[in-house]
């Protein structure tokens, strides 16, 4: 038998796979029933939306039930503070572990309807936000619905809300609407027949647009430039690139639909109040400090509004709208930055249609965005998210990743939170290290090539640049063993290891270290040398110079970095095993001959052959390159680490 749950959970799940009805945990549906409880008694509950939860996708869990009587007598009370609300209506929860109901629960529970759905619909919005919204409102919707000037949802709007069951619907202006119906069926009906009539009476009175703006594309490099700008300012965050809002960007009322703020009240606290329009790359560091000395400045202004315990935001944008671009969003990985996109999509589309029909969008008050922007029931919200990783917003190239050490280290940096692009000329094996990283952490770039090919490289380095905005540290692991005593090698094998495991690494710092430059933050190169730097060995000639020639690299590298902030440093491990590509094509039985045993034998030779007489692994080597990635090394450059259990025969260091 379906249930009023069942069905709430199966109209939520319609509302929230259409983003112009709610986009990323805003809304709020109910429905109402009686049950049997644990103690055999019949109860009349409803269930409600949890605060935070998104309807898209959502369960059961995700609808607390509440007892519906007790919430009805909160409607005596003559006010109640937000705590007092939350404390109340927590005390009418069936089951206490349930998740914190939404706000407007009360709301919900004031109106005597079976089924209730509270959308922030864009048309509804477009409709309310600006000076003729009541006007206009009732010309689209009719007298049946009622309208409502923006007040903070909580107790009082729920008794306003709840004295208007006699229409059909109540908008609330800069919010959205609430309809409801006595079946499920009903209740979407009305929620779908309310947003399209709105919809259609904004397009019927858009006034005919000219010609599209046109504003030239903005090339790839003033893109790189403007990202790289741009990140030097907003520090380590990761910045999309979303061409959805090119048609916003280049509107010529661009600055117009921005001053309109956010549509719906609950999208500033994802992405502010305001966007920021950025029109080139020269201007980018003077328009994200203008940005925060406004901010900073609105903040001070309303100093005594700020609920006790509760420090400013950090001042930065978290959207920026580029004519000839689209938006640039910020966040803490891609998947972050692109909610941010799509909230961002929706509130400035408002605003847009808003400008196209009626005139300037109109804001809250900048009083009223304070006390929303500093609602500690909305903030309440960004505390259900887990904390960000200790990588979130760091950008690295990882070369070699399809196998081995690469792979290990890319496994390791994606678990840590952070945003890769992963280099193999493996195609098929870096993509399913990819794959595997996307398991744990935000999904990688890929670029399948040779390392030691210069426009490869530089599109590794550009990839990394699109993709996230900029740059913070390179792992250059790509490698091959190739052995042969000095009398046997051929110069095309000689040339083979310098290329692949020394050019490769000169021409990945070449391109990391100006990009790095342009950024103004500083960065970490971390170049996966080998044991063999220091103490190498008899047949395995070419690879052992390659490698103390990438220590020599490092060394420059941190020389010349240093006075940018850019640090260098190598790991060197020894015989690490597990999963790597190394010990294929010959090499394994190459060396067990060499030590006089047999191949299988060669793991525990080497580790009987340490300090520790332990094995080395790939998760070993990753932890110290995380080690010299991170602020943790931040006094530390041009400095060698080795991984390889000790080796006595390889003193000193
Ligand atoms: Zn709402």
Redesign the pocket.
Known sequence: MTTPLDELVARSNRIGDDPSLVVYG???TSAKGTITDHLGRQQRVMWVKGSGADMRGSVDADYPGLRLEELEALRSFDAMSDEEMTDLVARALLDPGSRRPSI?TLLHAFLPFTHID?V?ADAICALTNHAEGRRVTAEALGDRFAYVDWIR?GFELSRIVGDLADYDGVV?AH??LVTWGSTTDECWEATRRTVDAAAAYVSAHRVAAGPPPVHADLSDDEVEQLLLRLRGRLGRRILRVDERLRPVADDPRVEGIVAGGVS?A?HMLRIKPRSLVVRSADEAPAAVDAYGADYEAYVARHADLMPEGFRAHDALPRVMLIPGLGAITVGVSNSDARVLADIALHTHAVAADVAAAFGTAEPLSEKDTFEFDYWPMELYKLTLKPPPPPFAGFVAVVTGAASGIGRGIALELGRLGASLVLADLDGDGVEASASDVAQVGPAPEVVIGDQSDEDVVRATVRSAVRAYGGLDGIVVNAGIGVTGTLEELTLEQWERAQRVNLTSGFLLTREAMGVMRRQEMGGSLVYVASKNAFGPGAGFGAYSVSKAGMVQLMRIAALEGGPIGVRANAVNPDAVFDNSRLWDDGLREERAAAHGIRPDELEDFYAARNILKRRVTTADVAASVAFLLSDASSRTTGAVIPVDGGVAGAFPR
């Open positions: 805003g809304g709020n407007e509270h922030h949802p609330l919010h959205g719906s609950d």
